[in-house]
């Protein structure tokens, strides 16, 4: 159980965050020392006893998240929340518990009042964090859970500790030869004229260009080069007898610029496309989520009905259970009575563990519920970050590829018209 604790003001902006309806489920267990059993009045009150001292961080907040698989009891975490208070010298001092529940996890805050009422001081938390780090590797060995990597060994935690498969993304599947061959054969079959050769491979994702030594080339969508004389495998001679008009095509340059401009709209579209299916399919598995957590709650209000009804039957037994008038007077005498109170204390603790087990067993119920569906949603999600962020990568390199290209001419260009003799001029030359 990772605990994470800091001494902190700001009562109101506390209360409202402990009771954020952003929380699938939110339960105040326990508020205790505070003349108000209301939260928001509860850290209020802290904050104007506070005021009579020069504290100005007069509350210390623990969290408490036990690992994610697991099902941790209320008892377990009132456990942990009593050492937690011992170790850190808050004994007795007025604290409130708080259980969320949100996507499938559920985790515990405490809170506790820092001032003391006798002294009218604050209590003094040296090593508080060292002392809850040790606490949390006592709670992960006692309980038998999984034990962080940054637990273990403290010089093991790095906030940027990202995996390869965060960000790996998919590689490019190459190619067989010959199915590359047998296409340029089909389509020269097919094409009998330039423009029908030049269509044929269009079909098949090439673009017919003139190289620049071998004559009539074709650019696939990755900007590979391939001679048509060569794949085809006929001689250079019989090329240039079917395809005769090489000064209208594009340069490889020009065929590639075209390729990625062509291709980055496209991918651009995929990208929309994609973003659409995406967004449907979260709102359906939101709108399951919203329909689950309504199905929850009304399960535990139906339980806490039960419970409360239960609990009033008891109550009206153990006042029963008394005797009235002389025969109370006698058993007050006799001993009796004292008998009876223990006894309907005891009854009352049994009571109040078993309901408690009672509603721990339904969350936990619950929670596998619902972590069943928040499986859903992180695999969804995990797709839709696969998806888009290979067609950034792929729209970004056709992007890249078709800036270079542009460079790559104007550089050319700027170079042919260096080279080029300038014209004389004619006249006198006044600069003499």
Request: charged fraction near 30%; glycine fraction near 4%; aromatic fraction near 6%.
């Amino acid at each position: 159980m990772i605990l994470v604790g800091n001494q902190r003001g700001g009562a109101k902006d506390l209360a409202q965050h402990l009771l954020k309806q952003e929380n699938e489920h939110v339960e105040v267990h326990e508020v205790r020392g505070f003349a108000s059993h209301n939260l928001m009045a509860a850290l209020n009150e802290a904050y104007a006893i506070s005021r009579a001292t020069r504290c100005k961080q007069f509350l210390f907040s623990l969290s408490l998240n036990p690992p994610k698989s697991e099902n941790v009891s209320t008892e377990t975490f009132k456990q942990a929340i009593d050492r937690a208070e011992e170790k850190l010298g808050l004994n007795g001092q007025p604290r409130a518990i708080v259980f969320h529940e949100k996507n499938g996890r559920r985790h515990c805050h405490a809170v506790w009042s820092r001032i003391k009422l006798e002294e009218m001081k604050a209590v003094q938390l040296s090593f508080s964090k060292r002392r809850l780090i040790d606490l949390s590797r006592e709670l992960f060995l006692e309980h038998g859970w999984t034990m962080p990597e940054g637990l273990k060994h403290s010089h093991a935690r790095d906030p940027l500790n990202f995996t390869l498969a965060e960000w790996q993304q998919a590689k490019r599947i190459g190619k067989d030869p010959k199915q590359i061959k047998a296409v340029f054969q089909e389509c020269w079959l097919l094409g009998k004229t330039q423009n029908a050769f030049a269509h044929a491979l269009k079909e098949q994702g090439y673009i017919l260009a003139r190289g620049d030594r071998r004559g009539f080339v074709a650019v696939d969508h990755r900007g590979e080069v391939f001679a048509v004389s060569k794949w085809v495998g006929i001689k250079t001679k019989e090329v240039r007898t079917r395809l005769t008009d090489e000064k209208n095509l594009p340069s490889v340059d020009e065929a590639r610029i075209q390729i990625a401009k062509d291709m980055t709209a496209r991918l651009s579209t995929l990208s929309q496309e994609q973003m659409t299916v995406f967004t449907t399919r979260r709102a359906e598995l939101e709108e399951k989520r919203q329909a689950l957590v309504r199905q929850h709650q009304a399960e535990r209000q139906k339980l806490n009905e039960t419970q409360q009804s239960f609990w009033q039957h008891k109550q009206q037994e153990w006042r029963s259970s008394f005797n009235k008038g002389i025969r109370g007077l006698f058993d007050r005498l006799t001993g009796l009575r004292k008998q009876i109170e223990e006894r309907n204390e005891r009854d009352s603790w049994q009571v109040t563990m078993r309901q408690q087990q009672e509603r721990d067993a339904l969350i936990f119920a619950q929670l596998e519920t619902r972590r069943t569906l928040q499986a859903r949603i992180e695999r969804l999600e995990a797709l839709k970050s696969y998806r888009m962020d290979e067609l950034e990568h792929d729209r970004s390199q056709y992007q890249a590829m078709r800036d270079q290209r542009v460079e790559q001419l104007e550089t050319q260009r700027q170079e042919q018209n260096r080279d080029r003799p300038q014209p004389r001029q004619r006249g006198l030359d006044w600069t003499r």
